[in-house]
């Protein structure tokens, strides 16, 4: 039997050359690759700045800790979500405020987050679930009409003067919307290039930030560099200028830098990608084909103004229960094909059971994970090996 597994990493010859040719150069942590990288990453979201480190949680953290968000403040993030989205908040000293989906979605209902806005209110963590972008004007409105209520800090979230929004863009590199793309409508989005993303450097992720906010990027660059190389302030490629060995260390800070062997294998990915993102959402477009009319509602990732990067196949088993969906998930795997599931809500899990948070609360994320089947959806995933997913989806849900 032919296995269709979950989702492997699409890895050719070019990422093997990227990173031998920098085993060879004698330069494998923090340098001209990773800054390339960075480069690269913020001219395709359409900013002048990106910061590369190791995961789209450190990312998520720093831009908490860039911004002084910590005790005393709360942060609002939904209920339907992987838990970095949340234990950023956690990390900071912050308090934690989740907030249920709406109706047959796995965005937050947007009603219930402007009534969970206060003055301690800080910052707003929408996400990109499955690639999909969620609805910033909504954010944006809410975040605007609540201006009068905000309460600033610090001289960074006075020149904000607003609610920061933080997108856990973790799924979403490369999705569009009205020419722009993910990246480019949070204040700050944080990517994710874990092994099982769209797009790998094996660990690691991304911060960007648009242009427009007031800031100083350079500034703003600069505080990234500090906090992700223990407050030290230079790096140690500029150390190796003539006469540059001398250092200082401005603060005890963090220690979360993404290294160049992977950002190697992200830049052969990222001269790869328009072409891997063609695939995935042709993929898509023979899912939904094939599973029109069976008892499979998949989340709409191809609408005319807004494209998914097609990262995960979310679908609902319409009329299903929590036992019958495992059984498909059991039957599946009989068959050789892998499933998995987004996500387990966060008061289903101990950490934030432990916190206070309760199941009962949040019954519309619920009733969402209870149906929910994720299927394989990836750039090496075969026209044929869909048609089989889907056959036998068709004959386990009825």
């Not at 911004?67 to 950023?88: L, Q, R």
């Not at 006469?243 to 005890?252: K, L, N, S, T």
Request: charged residues 20%; hydrophobic residues 40%; aromatic residues 8%.
């Amino acid at each position: 039997m032919n296995q269709i597994p979950f989702s492997p990493p699409d890895i050719t010859e070019k990422e093997i050359a990227e990173v031998v040719d920098t085993l060879r150069s004698g330069w494998i942590t923090t340098g001209p690759k990773t800054k390339r990288f960075e480069r690269e990453i913020a001219a395709f979201c359409g900013n002048s700045y990106a910061v590369c480190l190791n995961s789209a949680t450190a990312s998520m953290e720093l831009t908490l800790r860039l911004f002084g968000i910590g005790p005393g403040d709360e942060v609002i993030v939904p209920a339907y979500t992987y838990t970095a989205t949340a234990s950023v908040v956690a990390h900071v000293g912050a308090t934690i405020v989740m907030v249920d989906c709406a109706d047959n979605s796995y965005e937050m209902d947007y009603e219930k987050m402007a009534r969970a806005i206060t003055s301690r209110t800080k910052a707003i963590i929408p996400v990109d679930l499955g690639g999909i972008l969620c609805d910033y004007e909504q954010v944006y409105r809410i975040v605007l009409d609540k201006k009068s209520v905000y309460q600033p800090s610090n001289a960074l979230q006075e020149v904000l003067g607003r609610i920061l929004v933080l997108a856990d863009a973790s799924h979403s590199f490369g999705a569009e919307a009205g020419q722009r793309r993910s990246g480019n409508f949070a204040d700050f989005s944080a990517f994710s290039f874990h092994a099982v993303k769209n797009l790998t450097t094996a660990e690691g992720g991304a911060v960007t930030w648009r242009d427009d906010l007031g800031l100083d990027g350079n500034t703003i660059y600069r505080q990234y560099m500090l906090m992700s190389l223990h407050g030290q302030s230079k790096d140690a490629l500029a150390k190796t200028q003539l006469g540059a060995w001398e250092y200082d260390i401005v603060a005890p800070l963090y220690k979360c830098n993404m290294t160049d062997i992977m950002a190697a294998i992200g830049l052969a990915q990222l001269h790869r990608y328009g072409s891997m993102l063609e695939t995935r959402r042709s993929l898509v477009s023979q899912y939904n084909a094939m599973l029109h009319g069976a008892c499979v509602q998949p989340a709409h990732h191809l609408r005319p103004d807004n494209t998914s990067s097609c990262h995960l196949y979310l679908t609902q088993l319409q009329g299903k229960t929590l036992g019958e969906r495992n059984a498909v998930i059991e039957k599946l795997a009989e068959q050789g094909i892998s499933t998995n599931v987004h996500y387990k809500p966060l008061p289903l899990l101990t950490a934030y059971r432990n916190m206070g948070f309760r199941m009962e609360d949040y019954p519309k994320a619920y009733a969402r994970y209870e149906t929910e089947l994720t299927l394989p959806l990836y750039s090496t995933l075969t026209m044929e090996q869909v048609e089989r997913i889907c056959r036998e989806i068709r004959t386990m849900v009825r």
